[in-house]
């Protein structure tokens, strides 16, 4: 079951510069802040608010710092903004199996790691009405960050 809005990711060119904009502009400050090798991104959560199931909701900058990053193809077709939306859910493993039983094309066979020690798997843009979707299981909360 998806319980919440985790995070809408939002891909960046300057990740200190749009970090900037966000704290000057509306006051959100930055919650936490990692480098993802992986993923190829250096990246800020600015958190927004707590959720009634002990989760958040944030906004994730994500700068790519390769060229050959998902984030950083996806900035050369499009510039920056809104590059997905993350539900947040308890069972990342369940949910994928339950989405792809409804013919949904799951971008991995196995969830990964993501922001925070979350575990993350993503769903086909072309299969959700043209928006990346990700699926997020938060980090039990004594795993700190």
């Not at 958040?56 to 050369?76: C, F, G, H, M, N």
């Not at 991995?108 to 020690?117: H, I, K, N, Q, T």
């Amino acid at each position: 079951m998806l319980t919440r809005i985790d995070h809408i990711g939002i891909a960046c060119h300057n990740l200190d510069e749009t970090v900037e904009f966000y704290r000057a502009t509306y006051g959100f400050e930055v919650f936490h802040t990692e480098v993802n090798e992986e993923q190829g991104v250096r990246e800020a959560m600015l958190k927004i608010n707590e959720t009634d199931d002990g989760g958040a909701s944030y906004l994730q900058l994500l700068e790519p710092i390769r060229e050959d990053s998902t984030v950083a193809k996806w900035l050369a077709k499009n510039g920056e903004g809104v590059h997905h939306i993350a539900f947040g859910t308890a069972d990342v493993d369940g949910e994928a199996d339950a989405i792809r039983g409804k013919g949904v094309r799951v971008l991995y066979d196995e969830p990964r790691r993501g922001s925070m020690g979350s575990r993350i798997t993503f769903l086909h843009p072309k299969d959700c009405h043209g928006v990346l979707t990700e699926l997020v299981t938060s980090a039990p909360a004594d795993a700190g960050h």
